[in-house]
């Protein structure tokens, strides 16, 4: 195995090792300060992290305003908190060791809010910021304003192309960093492109020369491309190490942060990663986002996916195919639909899904009545939590706050499920898990087959840490 050797970023000599950054309470203060403090860059998700009361428990985030955007104030107030709370926490753990940097999405509600809100409340303590879910061509100037290194994500070096000749190339001596986020492989949201298959996913060697090529010719040889998505033993990866094409290669690891004695995921979510086959994590595009999204296969996807499967289109007239009546909701309201659709219908209304609800795309799909009255009740809930969502037809940028659509009952409150997978707890924490969203990388199911998780083991962070960088 070749030598894994520091590599200078964001200004100082660290190891090649990068916790990548997990939102909602799953990338905090103590994980990013333990990876830093031995020797590599933390990350502290400041998407609405936790912040605590006097005696040390999480703050729920409850929503008490009347209106979708008093609710968005409640939130961003939330994250602001949050992120310096556990931006405190890193630097303390660390100790002046390694990096603690900070990740946030994008296309998160009021993103620049949050993040100069974070930064204003705790100033010397984050050294870089990441981002990604969207093109984030404003990071660059906030990284300036507050003398911070800036590490865009992206998926293709035509999107870092996009992002030097928009905004980067007025600030190229902050680059900390270059984020190759794998679209197949990463935890999270992807960056697929239209264009690309999710089924058939392409090796990321070339797609990283390219970006190194791209970089070299902006004059960017010595910046790091830190390479995340599918990463578990470096010795897998050993051709890319001192490689003089891909130039300085930093690697990030999502998932297996996850499984430490430092992580904050509850230990019904640790049980579950000790048992996870080839096949579990599902690459899927329920998301509110838009984005495809990587993700354990449990119940809660296998019930959005039979949302979608139970679903027929149909026209507001007889047309065409569409001759057979239907009447949708508690009036009845007079729809056309194909006859086969018909017949379909009667079926799964024979399986209990009576309720049709329409999409924005002029189809119907079939749920039981409790879980139409969840869907409803979650989007009337709403409070802004992305800059645009599907699911509830939020937008920030609009003046009436909405994007002009229909809601999607297809999609799912991201914030909800996401906040009731962080903090699962009781008798039956497993249960609450597998009803909502469990995030993880393509390659989760190595943490059953490696030995170094033998008979149940939980490393610390340092422990982890030192088992990466023997390459095994």
Known sequence: MKAINAVRMGGVDVLPLVEGGKGVSVSTGVSAGAWAAAGGAGTVSIVNADSYDAAGNPVPQIYHGRTRRDRHEELVDYAIRGGIT????????????????????????????????????????????????????????????????????????????????????????????????DPWRAGGHNGLSNTENPLSPEDPYPRVAALRKLMRSFGLDETPIIMA???????????????????????????????????????????????????????????????????????FLQELRGRSERQVAFSPE???????????GARKREVFVAQEDFQRI??????????????????LIFVTPDRAREIVADQVA?????????????????????????????????????????????????????HNLMFGGTNAWRFATDPFYANGFVPTVAQLIERIMTGR
């Open 86 to 181: 556990q931006a405190e926490i890193a630097h303390d753990i660390a100790g002046g060791r390694g990096r603690i940097h900070a990740n946030i999405l994008w296309e998160m509600g009021s993103a620049e809010r949050v993040i100069r809100g974070v930064l204003d409340g705790a100033k010397g303590l984050i050294q870089g910021l990441t981002c990604g879910a969207g093109m984030p061509y404003r990071l660059s100037d906030i990284a300036v304003e507050y003398g911070v290194y800036y590490y865009p994500i992206v998926s293709s070096a035509r999107a870092f192309n996009a992002l030097w000749k928009r905004a980067y190339s007025k600030s190229a001596d902050l680059l900390g960093g270059v984020v190759y986020e």
């Open 229 to 299: 998505g599918g990463v578990w033993w470096l010795e897998e990866w050993e051709d890319w190490i001192g490689n003089p094409e891909l130039g300085p290669i930093v690697f990030q690891f999502g998932t297996r942060p996850l499984l430490t004695k430092e992580s904050p995921i509850p230990q019904a979510w640790k049980d579950r990663l000790l048992t996870l086959k080839e096949g579990d994590v599902y690459l899927n595009r329920f998301s509110p986002t838009g984005f495809y999204s990587s993700a354990v296969n449990n119940s």
């Open 318 to 328: 007889a047309l065409g195919a569409h001759t057979a009546s239907y009447g949708v």
């Open 346 to 363: 009667h079926n799964w209304e024979a399986q209990g899904f009576t309720e049709a609800m329409r999409t924005p795309d002029s189809t």
């Open 382 to 434: 709403c409070m802004g939590c992305l800059s645009e969502c599907k699911f509830s037809n939020w937008s920030q940028r609009a003046p009436d706050y909405s994007n002009g659509h229909k809601a999607d009952p297809r999609s799912f409150c991201i914030q909800k499920t996401l906040q009731a997978a962080a903090h699962a707890s009781g008798p039956n924490a497993a249960d609450v898990l597998d």
